[in-house]
């Protein structure tokens, strides 16, 4: 079994900036990638970024060059630094241990209870 617990959410206002933390736990962690989703109202869950074994990272178009991952440590969480935030990144945000399939992230049951981050105007 593998357990992610996440914190770090909030209100800020936007231009702010918030860190997420993914304490990730359990069975061959070491194996799998961990990838941050955010469900905003009304909307699916999208996949934000990831950090793969091995220290490589990918980001969604809306996000690159404000946020930033870190690299998967068995030692530490996986944390998610977001900076310049935006009314249109609240949303419920997630963070899930998955496999690259063909160098594409794919999402497993091991899913965190999720964080609130919401963004004023």
């Known amino acids: 079994q593998v357990q992610l617990v996440e914190s770090g959410g909030g209100l800020v206002q936007a231009g702010g900036s918030l860190r997420l933390s993914c304490a990730a736990s359990?069975?061959?962690?070491?194996?799998?990638?961990i990838g941050w989703y955010r469900q905003a109202p009304g909307k699916s869950r999208e996949l934000v970024a990831f950090?793969?074994?091995?220290?490589?990272?990918n980001y969604t178009d809306s996000v690159k060059g404000r946020f930033t991952i870190s690299t998967h440590n068995i030692k530490t969480p996986v944390y998610l630094q977001m900076n310049s935030l935006k009314p249109e990144d609240t949303a419920v945000y997630y963070c899930?241990?998955?496999?690259?399939?063909?160098?594409?992230?794919?999402?497993?049951?091991?899913w965190g209870q999720g964080t609130q981050v919401t963004v004023s105007s």
């Open positions: 950090t793969a074994p091995g220290g490589s990272t």
């Open positions: 359990g069975y061959m962690i070491s194996i799998y990638a």
């Open positions: 899930n241990a998955g496999l690259l399939v063909d160098r594409e992230y794919r999402s497993t049951k091991y």
